[in-house]
T-cell receptor, first 114, second 115 residues
C-alpha cells in the first residue's frame, strides 16, 4: 500500500476554513484517496474520497493535485466538533490481490480553538 | 443513517480467558473487517472477511484469533486465550459491493481490558 505523509498536528479557529494537507508521491494510477476522521473515543468515520477530480460532500471538500501526488481536505467552517484525528489513506481499486483493507497512519490531530 | 453496532462497549476479562466481540454490520454490506487500536497508537488492520471466508489477515491475527459470521447478520471476533497485550479498542467495519470504493462504516468499538 502506498504511503501518505501528513503533519502531526494543526490548529484552527472556530468558524474558519481548515486545509489539511496530505502528500502521496508514490500513488499509483488506480489508488483512490480516502479521508477518515476519528473523534475522541470513537471509531473512524468516513469523510470523503476521490480519484482525480475534486470532490464535495456535506462534510468537506477534497482538492486533488493535477499530478495526484498530493491532496488537501478542506473543512469550510471548522466547529469544535471537528476536533479529531484526520487520516489520509490510499486504497487500491478492488482486485484479486486487494481485499480493501485500510492502512492507517498517525494522521493529523486537528485542534479547533473557540 | 445505517450504523455498525458493536457489543459490548467495554469488556474486562482475565488473562487466559476466551472473549467474543460482536458486531452487526450494515445489512446490505458484503465486506467485513476487524481493526484494533492500542491506547495512543495507530488503528491496525486485523482481518478482512468476504463471502463467508477470511480474505486477508495481518500478522497480528494469529491462531488465537478467529472470526465468524454465524447467522448472516452477526460478525464476531473471538480471542481464544487473551493476553495482557490484547487490551485495546476493537473496531468492526463493513462496506458495500465491489465497485468504486465506497466509504467504510466503522462501529463505535469494544474496549477490551485484559487483567
Amino acid at each position: 500500500d502506498a504511503k501518505t505523509t501528513q503533519p502531526n498536528s494543526m490548529e484552527s479557529n472556530e468558524e474558519e476554513p481548515v486545509h489539511l494537507p496530505c502528500n502521496h508521491s508514490t500513488i499509483s494510477g488506480t489508488d483512490y484517496i480516502h479521508w477518515y476522521r476519528q473523534l475522541p473515543s470513537q471509531g473512524p468515520e468516513y469523510v470523503i474520497h476521490g480519484l482525480t477530480s475534486n470532490v464535495n460532500n456535506r462534510m468537506a471538500s477534497l482538492a486533488i493535485a493535477e499530478d495526484r501526488k498530493s491532496s488537501t481536505l478542506i473543512l469550510h467552517r471548522a466547529t469544535l466538533r471537528d476536533a479529531a484525528v484526520y487520516y489520509c489513506i490510499l486504497r487500491a481499486a478492488d482486485g484479486s490481490s486487494n481485499t480493501g483493507k485500510l492502512i492507517f497512519g498517525q494522521g493529523t490531530t486537528l485542534q479547533v480553538k473557540p | 443513517e445505517p450504523e455498525v453496532t458493536q457489543t459490548p462497549s467495554h469488556q474486562v476479562t482475565q488473562m487466559g480467558q476466551e472473549v467474543i466481540l460482536r458486531c452487526v454490520p450494515i445489512s446490505n454490506h458484503l465486506y467485513f473487517y476487524w481493526y484494533r487500536q492500542i491506547l495512543g497508537q495507530k488503528v491496525e488492520f486485523l482481518v478482512s472477511f468476504y463471502n463467508n471466508e477470511i480474505s486477508e489477515k495481518s500478522e497480528i491475527f494469529d491462531d488465537q484469533f478467529s472470526v465468524e459470521r454465524p447467522d448472516g447478520s452477526n460478525f464476531t471476533l473471538k480471542i481464544r486465550s487473551t493476553k495482557l497485550e490484547d487490551s485495546a479498542m476493537y473496531f468492526c467495519a463493513s462496506r458495500p459491493l465491489r465497485r468504486p470504493p465506497y466509504g467504510y462504516t466503522f462501529g463505535s468499538g469494544t474496549r477490551l481490558t485484559v487483567v
